[in-house]
């Protein structure tokens, strides 16, 4: 390997991403500055119509077409109800676990774009108070959002512009240490997002051609899964970069890059899994293998979607996912790495 990934690049894209709100559905916005990314290093960029975004890069043959598929969307919440208290009842977008967003800080935003700062909190919020605090189920029929206002009732929170349907940002609270971590909420999957984008700049300055025309798809509804149920129909392969698990009976850890062999969908492709198992052995990346039993991709979403395709699933190991969420920048650089490789053999 002859070529050097621009840490710098990668770690300022991957703040500006995590502390841009784009949960499941809501993604137009953030969907603007993906374009502005590929645009400014000279690559087309073209909208589904859900949204999803398709990033074109000319390879020296059309024999074959590469997809990469990143997601863009996150987790999240959306106001269910107003009590009449003055509070909110949330439905949960994706996944969360409930009780990761116990006392974190929120947005609500309104369908007319007025904003309003709250906290999750259990309905049993004090010790002083409540004596099942400490052991109440954290769960959404057990939580509500305060509201950073002068409400009392729910007639005060409707004159605010507050419905049911509007969207709840979590606070992502993304730190970059020295050392090279990254501490956000939903690393999963803008980790890899990021990831893709310092792909993109490496193969501008560069000037890296890939073997095949490859097309980058940043879905918006994986996190409720048929993020890419539709792909281009010249895609003869699709390549998922999405997060890497870590924990009990897996190998791999926040500075690798994960080759998933299997998830819940079933068995990848096996020869694209043994190309990228052989790539980063003979190029020294650090990676693992491993076989996730509660995962699904947008590599499956392509599948189910009835699409004609080789599938695999690559990404940088993750911590604690659908919590806080840490990974490092070694995993995003080996990602990375692998991948350019196997574009350009």
Do not use: Q, W
Not at 214 to 228: A, D, L, N, Q
């Amino acid at each position: 390997m002859n070529f050097t990934v621009n840490k710098e690049f990668i770690l300022d894209k991957a703040k500006e991403l995590l502390e841009f709100h784009s949960p499941t559905g809501f993604c137009f916005e953030i969907m603007e500055l993906i374009e502005g990314y590929a645009k400014d290093f000279g690559y087309s960029f073209e909208r589904t119509n859900k949204g999803n975004g398709i990033i074109t890069i000319e390879g020296k043959s059309d024999e074959r077409v590469i997809g990469l598929a990143a997601h863009v969307d996150t987790l999240g919440a959306m106001v269910r109800s107003i009590t009449s208290d003055g509070t909110l009842k949330f439905t949960l977008l994706g996944g969360p676990i409930p009780a990761t967003m116990d006392s974190e800080y929120c947005i609500i935003r309104t369908r007319d774009g007025r904003k309003y700062t709250g906290t999750f909190l259990s309905t049993s919020p004090a010790v002083h108070v409540y004596s099942d605090a400490r052991e109440k189920k954290r769960d959404p029929d057990n939580m509500e959002v305060r509201i950073d206002e002068v409400v009392k009732n729910k007639e005060d929170v409707e004159a605010l512009g507050i419905r049911p349907g509007d969207f709840i940002f979590l606070d992502p609270k993304t730190t970059i240490t020295e050392s090279g971590f990254i501490k956000s909420r939903f690393i999963d999957d803008k980790g890899s997002v990021a990831a893709l984008m310092g792909l993109l700049e490496l193969f501008n300055r560069e000037k890296i051609v890939p073997k095949y025309k490859t097309k980058i798809i940043i879905s918006t509804y994986e996190e409720v899964g048929h993020g890419s149920a539709y792909i281009p129909k010249d895609i003869t392969e699709l390549i998922a970069v999405d997060m890497g698990c870590i924990g009990e009976d897996l190998s791999c850890t926040e500075y690798d890059v994960s080759i998933c062999a299997k998830d819940s969908g079933g068995p990848y492709d096996y020869n694209i899994v043994t190309e990228l198992v052989n790539l980063s052995e003979s190029n020294k990346l650090d990676y693992a293998v491993d076989i996730y039993p509660f995962y699904g991709s947008d590599a499956g979403a392509a599948l189910r979607g009835g699409n004609d395709i080789r599938t695999a699933l690559i990404g940088p190991g993750v911590h604690a996912s659908h919590g806080m969420e840490r990974t490092h920048y070694k995993g995003i650089e080996n990602t990375v790495k692998l991948l350019t490789l196997y574009l350009a053999n």
